[in-house]
């Protein structure tokens, strides 16, 4: 908010909220840090269209889980996923279904 002389923010009287330190990433209650997420720079996926990695319903995955076969990070994509309970796209390789069913044999 300006001063009405327009000669600078107006801070008198009026809070002002302290400067928020670097949070690390907070996805669905879990926190994450840059460290943690830097698989995501070598995924093969970030290098192609990710399109294909959301096709619309009913559409073929093929094309994204081809990419996912020769990815080098596919674990740690497909452990983030079901840690946030990713519910759309193909990550690790697998398929919104093909999750729950994993998720469901796990328990």
């Known amino acids: 908010m300006w001063n009405i002389l327009g000669e600078g923010p107006l801070t008198s009287g009026v809070?002002?909220?302290?400067?928020?330190?670097?949070?690390?990433?907070?996805?669905g209650g879990v926190v994450e840090d840059d460290a943690a997420l830097?698989?995501?720079?070598?995924?093969?996926c970030a290098q192609t269209d990710p399109e294909a990695f959301f096709p619309e319903k009913g559409g073929s995955t093929r094309e994204?889980?081809?990419v996912c076969v020769s990815c080098d990070v596919r674990a740690e994509c497909l452990e983030y996923a079901l840690a946030h309970d990713e519910r759309f796209g193909?990550?690790?390789?697998l398929s919104e279904r093909e999750r729950?069913?994993?998720?469901?044999?796990?328990?």
């Open 64 to 66: 994204a889980k081809r």
């Open 90 to 93: 193909i990550w690790g390789g």
């Open 100 to 107: 729950r069913k994993l998720k469901r044999r796990a328990l």
């Open 15 to 27: 809070p002002q909220p302290e400067p928020r330190p670097e949070r690390p990433w907070s996805f």
């Open 38 to 44: 830097s698989w995501q720079e070598r995924a093969l």
